[in-house]
């Protein structure tokens, strides 16, 4: 039999099921399952509007501090001003002459861009953007960094609306790209930080205090008390329940497809038409949301669908069920993670993290770490990151950026993120370098050497200003020993601890890479996506 043929049978059988189930009625009929949404209620998607921006964008203007002499003194007349202000409230008391330090060629005015999440948390991080002012001698940022810079929402700056983030950090500039090096522009990798928690609101349509009271209800009962609050006639706020932070357009999507009426023949009904639009239709994505949406009560019939023969069906019913304090659609969640030919590997071990036990998930990721596709590996690795499971070690780095290795892998793979908390990860740590390298930077000023035969390796960094001063540290040859000896921070006469040449986290992950593509590491490297702003 064609597979094109055991698809048409099974759909058969599956509709032969629903109206075993519902009872078949003739065209159109109740017993079908096809009842139109008009039938089936009001949702509150129907009677008001979410106000869910896809994302607040925030800009403001800032000085980067650090340079070598690669800054400038322009600043126009209104910054500048702005600028004497901020710093003389942030350092009250000090002896400091804001336009002394503004006009060094040690800093630079630099304008800030970032987009906070739809909804955000207070002090919840994210990435922002800096870049030299347009018509200013600055030529770099490398090296610097961002002092503490106000935050608005963008286009209201000199404007007196509220601060709703600050940003502050190390300029990270991407030297792992083909792209030609910008070093006007650069990033502060979850450098910004929100201000305040920005929840979204419910706008009722037709608004009166019964109305309003009723939806409120509803979204207490399904979701949990206190997940709406009436602000007013016409105003519901919103709180994003814990179990979907990080998950907010799902909320924003069940709140929506929620029914505002429920009695056991409404709830009946909307389960049949839903499991059998999930089964059939096109949109399978609106009816498992409409699904999830109804709570339980879908778990009834549901489990129809973990025997069809289409994955997607396969899939979304066992999510929504998983979502629904039902482990039964475990098993099948974890065949398609496992499944090598499956399109929905990653969103199965999501789904398996976001709703099945601790233990389960972590089983499960753990073996995806020894598949052969590296993306899988990476997957796996983020839902571990997410459970902070004991299979990964992390330490910080110069307190510049976390180390995290993993033993358990297929491959030796090096990922390096390029958004978001900087991090380097090791698979299938220790990583050894071989014995003959000689690796340095694109500007001369660090050398990882290890000539034939030298039992470690040396690390060296020249001073940027004099070449004859140079900084000279032995490291074994596991990458990760190499790595904390480079970025480490230096050490005065009388302080202890382990001692490193403070190299930056940008000029890290380009030695690595060198490393590996020239084989004195035998790695696989892979950079994350860059920040994703304007």
């Known amino acids: 039999m064609t597979v094109v043929n055991q698809k048409m049978v099974s759909t058969a059988v599956l509709l032969l099921v ?15 399952g096809l009842a139109p949404a008009s039938d089936l209620g009001p949702t509150i998607g129907s009677l008001a509007d979410f ?25 126009p007349t209104q910054i500048r001003a702005y600028l004497v202000r901020y710093i003389l409230t942030q350092l009250p008391g000090e002896k400091i002459d804001p336009d002394k330090l503004i006009s060094s060629l040690n800093t630079a005015v630099v304008r800030v861009d970032g987009v906070m999440p739809t909804v955000t948390w207070k002090n919840q991080h ?6 030299a002012l347009p018509g200013t001698q600055t030529t770099s940022l490398e090296h610097g960094w961002l002092y503490r810079a106000e935050l608005k929402a963008t286009g209201t700056f000199g404007v007196a609306t509220r601060i709703v983030a600050n940003a502050e950090g190390a300029v990270f500039i991407d030297k792992t790209g083909a792209a030609a090096l910008d070093e006007r522009t650069g990033y502060v990798l ?51 329940p814990a179990r979907y932070r990080g998950r907010e357009q799902r909320f924003v999507a069940m709140a929506s497809a929620t029914y505002l009426d429920q009695t056991p023949e409404l709830i009946n009904r909307r389960v049949m038409a839903f499991v059998r639009q999930l089964a059939v239709s096109p949109d399978k994505d609106a009816a498992e949301i409409a699904l999830e949406a109804i709570g339980k009560h879908s778990l009834r ?13 396969r899939f979304r019913a066992a999510r929504c069920m998983l979502n629904l304090g039902s482990e039964r659609g475990l098993q099948t969640l974890r065949e398609i993670a496992m499944d090598r030919g499956s399109a929905y590997r990653l969103q199965a071990l ?8 601790r233990n389960h998930a972590a089983a499960i990721a753990r073996r995806l770490l020894l598949d052969e596709d590296v993306d899988v590996q990476l997957g796996a690795y983020e839902q571990l990151r997410r459970l902070d499971d004991m299979v990964l070690t992390r330490v910080t780095v110069g307190r510049r950026f976390f180390l995290e290795q993993i033993a358990q ?8 993120a390029r958004s978001g908390r900087p991090r380097i990860v090791l698979f299938g740590a220790p990583i050894l370098c071989r014995d003959e390298i000689f690796v340095q930077s694109a500007d001369g000023e660090i050398i990882i050497n290890a000539p034939a035969g030298q039992r470690y390796v040396s690390v060296i960094r020249r001073h940027p200003k004099r070449p004859d001063a140079v900084v000279q540290l032995k490291s074994s ?6 790595i904390r000896t480079l970025c480490a921070e230096p050490l005065g006469n009388a302080e202890e601890g382990p001692r490193g040449l403070g190299v930056s986290y940008a000029d890290v992950i380009a030695l690595v890479k060198q490393m590996c593509d020239k084989g004195a590491v035998r790695a696989r490297f892979r950079a994350g996506p860059l920040p994703k702003i304007g």
């Open 18 to 32: 629903f109206c075993l189930v519902a009872g078949c009625g003739g065209p159109g009929g109740e017993g079908t």
């Open 51 to 75: 106000v869910t921006p896809a994302s607040i964008g925030v800009e403001g203007y800032g000085l980067v501090g650090g340079l070598r002499g690669t800054g400038s003194a322009e600043c």
């Open 126 to 131: 994210f990435d922002v953007r800096i870049s």
């Open 190 to 240: 979850a450098g910004g930080e929100a201000a305040d928690e920005y929840r979204m609101n419910l706008e009722v349509r037709n608004p009166n205090y019964e109305r309003t009271s009723r939806i409120r209800n509803r979204l207490n009962e399904r979701f949990g008390y206190d997940t709406a609050r009436a602000a007013s006639p016409s105003r519901i706020e919103l709180t994003v």
């Open 301 to 313: 019939k549901l489990p129809v669908l973990l025997s069809s023969s289409d994955e997607e069906v």
């Open 350 to 357: 999501e789904a398996i993290t976001a709703g099945a036990g």
């Open 409 to 416: 892998s297929r491959d030796k793979v090096i990922f390096a």
């Open 477 to 482: 040859f596991d990458l990760a020993d190499i």
